[in-house]
């Protein structure tokens, strides 16, 4: 993965406009809606085949893994804030344990996104049935052909829209919250009463009922991995947009999801509450399959229960196409990050879409609805193994990155949205001071003054200023007690998070067996495919996993850039030397206006770069054949960005070719008057081109960029 520390990798590229053409990237609701259009979807299916599993107790357990689901909220939402790029689970690990993690979090990704894709047609079919009963002998045929449909529309190109699923979310949300308030004026206040103390009584728990009803839970709340996925398209700062939309989905679906399943899978099934319907027929035999939308039935009439199942078709069909659209943007981000064989980024010639990559992604859920036979409480057993793999990977990847740097080892992603470098101002050892460009009037202002007035408004304003200048007093030492001990809250509670999925993953490991076998299968075949590319590459173009920037006072920052056919001989002369100065090359590429990004794409911008990776392979090779231990580093950027990297490694010496060693070392950057000089030079001619040796001053300290400190940086 590319780096993407405070000043390690900025690109001075234009902020990217937001897929679809939109001038502004998503912001908290937009984001939100995304989430919880796949959120959302869960509670059309999970309350049936937990009922399945563990009866009426479905909606204690929900209410339960409610509260991890909170922490790990925590956790996602500081990923994404760390690595911009996107990638979720394959970026936390490739850089908080190993890059092979990174992989394994691909392959764990993807078994999600297949289940889910599987999962949700076949329950949309399902809720279908409800509004066209002659289906019911064809559905399984029916989900397999709406799988392969929707694989051509991706073949075609359309174009995932956060406004459609704006929409969709907006849908989910309101007729979940309509069904809720039904049943709540329906039902007695006594009858409610009776329901939650008979199922949170605890009379029918056991410690392997607890366990089984904890882990299978998670799936009511599958969909929070996809936030991750969101960060290329985010609204900067992205802190502030992650922090809000994370929020709006917690309170959403922690409204709608444990209610849901508590009454559907206990008003439903009991003949006790059958006076309480407006449709009591519904009452036992009750379809576990298609249960919400019998629940609006039997409260709401037959209209809402049509309606209901209306809407849970569309949505879920609509889940299941976000899936795809996931799985194969995952496949292209392990094929360029050379995980997998770079066919399967190639592109069709009549509609330029990744056609082999959207057949993985399409074919592989229509192999397994066909293994399991349309049986869905046994995909809702096989989902556990992805799902909650994912999420302890994430959690134990990012509990290590916290820890190495509470003991004292650089920052591991962005501390500062790389859009909003671009606006910034350097300021030698204290890192980046922020002026971002100002933000464009909301449409609520413009509203606000049409109505009330320019005059008006203003008194409000002023108003409110009064307001906040009151309150200031107690606002800011509870923010100062906050800022405080928040980071070691959210550390302890970061180990808390992952103990308790490590149990509901163990659980669904030895509790589920087929689910194992499943999983670890995919899993085998995938990390296999990896492992022999791997290989196979070890030839000519070995694979190189970027480092962290770390000290070195010994070594060599030997600096390679594009298109520069010299790059050959600064790697020759760098080996040369590598016994008393250890290389690490840095490639530097040039800045490019990215195509704007789309949902679910992860814009790894070193895995966009094919030159930078054939430039650093080749080094790779060369240090192979020389036996010579190296470390790689990248960066968009220039003079800048060598600055900032060099600051972090405090290299020796610079190597590089000699006119870009003029053009790059020794350029002054006027912003923040700093200049990186070398105590002397020491150039070697080799195959007609100069190898510049910019030898640096062993005490390494900041100037004032006026020439004051005598040091090698300043």
């Known amino acids: 993965m590319s780096e993407t520390t405070s000043g390690a990798t900025a690109s001075s590229s234009p902020t990217p406009r937001a897929h679809g053409g939109s001038a502004d990237r998503l912001g908290p609701f937009l984001c939100w809606a995304v989430v919880f259009a796949d959120i959302g979807t869960s509670v059309y299916y999970v309350p049936g085949i937990l009922y399945s599993q563990v009866g009426r107790l479905a909606g204690v357990f929900v209410t339960m893994t409610l509260v991890v689901f909170l922490l790990l909220t925590i956790k996602y939402a500081e990923a994404t804030v760390r690595f911009p790029e996107g990638g979720g689970e394959v970026a936390v690990a490739s ?18 996104y297949f289940l889910t894709a599987s999962i949700s047609s076949l329950s949309g079919l399902h809720y279908f049935q409800v ?11 029916l989900t397999l052909a709406v799988i392969i449909a929707l694989g ?19 849908l989910a949300f309101l007729s979940s919250v309509v069904i809720v308030l039904l049943v709540l004026t329906h039902v007695p206040l006594q009858d409610i009463g009776l329901v939650f103390r008979e199922i949170f009584s605890g009379g029918h728990l056991t410690g392997i009922t607890i366990l089984t009803g904890f882990a299978g839970a998670f799936l009511a709340f599958s969909g929070l991995e996809s936030i991750a996925q969101l960060a290329p398209v985010m ?7 992650v922090n809000a939309a994370l929020t709006f989905v917690v309170i959403t679906v922690g409204l709608t999801g444990p209610l849901l399943t508590i009454f559907s899978t206990v008003l439903l099934t009991d003949p006790r509450f059958r006076d309480t319907m407006a449709r009591p027929a519904y009452s036992v035999d009750a379809n576990p399959d298609q249960f919400i939308s019998l629940l609006a039935g039997a409260y709401g009439g037959v209209m809402l229960g049509v309606t209901t199942a209306i809407i849970a078709s569309a949505l879920l069909i609509f889940a299941a196409n976000t899936a795809i659209i996931g799985a194969y943007h995952v496949v292209l981000a392990l094929a360029r990050m050379r995980y997998f064989p770079r066919v399967m980024e190639r592109r069709n ?15 592989t ?35 290590v990155i916290r820890w190495r740097e509470r003991h004292g080892s650089p920052p591991i992603g962005a501390t500062v949205d790389p859009e909003l470098l671009r606006y910034g101002s350097r300021n030698g050892r204290n890192g980046v001071v922020m002026t971002p460009p100002p933000a464009p009037e909301s449409p609520l202002i413009r509203r606000a003054r049409a109505l009330l007035g320019q005059d008006n408004l203003d008194r409000l304003t002023q108003a409110r200023a009064a307001v906040h200048s009151h309150l200031r007093p107690i606002r800011i030492p509870v923010r100062r007690w906050w800022k405080a001990h928040w980071p070691n809250v959210k550390y302890v509670l970061g180990f808390i998070t992952t103990a308790l999925v490590a149990v509901a993953w163990a659980t669904n490991l030895f509790g589920k067996p087929l689910a194992t076998i499943f999983g670890s299968a995919l899993t085998a075949i995938g990390m296999g495919v990896a492992a022999l590319h791997f290989r196979y590459q070890q030839v000519r173009h070995p694979i190189v996993f970027l480092d962290t920037p770390l000290p070195a006072p010994r070594s060599s920052l030997v600096i390679l850039t594009p298109q520069d056919e010299r790059n050959r001989i600064v790697i020759q002369d760098a080996l040369a030397s590598a016994d008393t100065h250890p290389p690490i090359f840095l490639y530097i590429a040039a800045s490019s206006d990215l195509p704007p990004p789309r949902l679910f794409e992860i814009r790894d911008r070193f895995g966009l770069d094919a ?11 060369a240090c192979n054949e020389a036996r010579v231990q190296a470390k ?7 003079s800048q960005e060598v600055f900032d990297i060099a600051a972090l490694v405090r290299p020796a010496e610079i190597t590089a070719e000699a006119q870009t060693a003029r053009r790059i070392l020794h350029k002054t950057r006027s912003q923040a008057g700093i200049a990186l000089s070398p105590d002397y030079v020491i150039t070697h001619l080799l195959d007609g081109a100069r190898v510049a040796h910019n030898v640096m001053h062993p005490l390494y300290s900041f100037g004032d960029g006026r020439g004051n400190g005598g040091s090698a940086l300043k």
């Open 95 to 112: 850089r908080g344990l190993n890059p092979w993690f990174g992989a394994l979090g691909g392959m764990f990704i993807l078994i999600d």
């Open 131 to 141: 509004i066209f009963p002659p289906i019911a002998p064809y559905v399984v045929g």
């Open 152 to 170: 051509i529309l991706n073949w075609w190109g359309i174009q995932e829209s956060a406004t459609v699923s704006a929409a969709i979310a907006c």
């Open 235 to 241: 609204r900067v700062p992205r802190r502030k947009t």
């Open 349 to 363: 010639k009549l509609r330029g879409t990744p056609h082999i990559a959207i057949a993985i992604a399409t074919l």
């Open 365 to 399: 859920p229509v192999v397994v609805l066909l293994l399991v036979r349309g049986n869905i409480n046994l995909l809702g057993e096989l989902y556990g193994f992805g799902l909650l793999g994912a999420f302890l990977l994430l959690c134990v990847s990012l509990d």
């Open 611 to 621: 030159e930078a990776q054939l430039t650093l392979s080749r080094a790779r090779r």
């Open 632 to 638: 790689y580093l990248y960066a968009v950027g220039g």
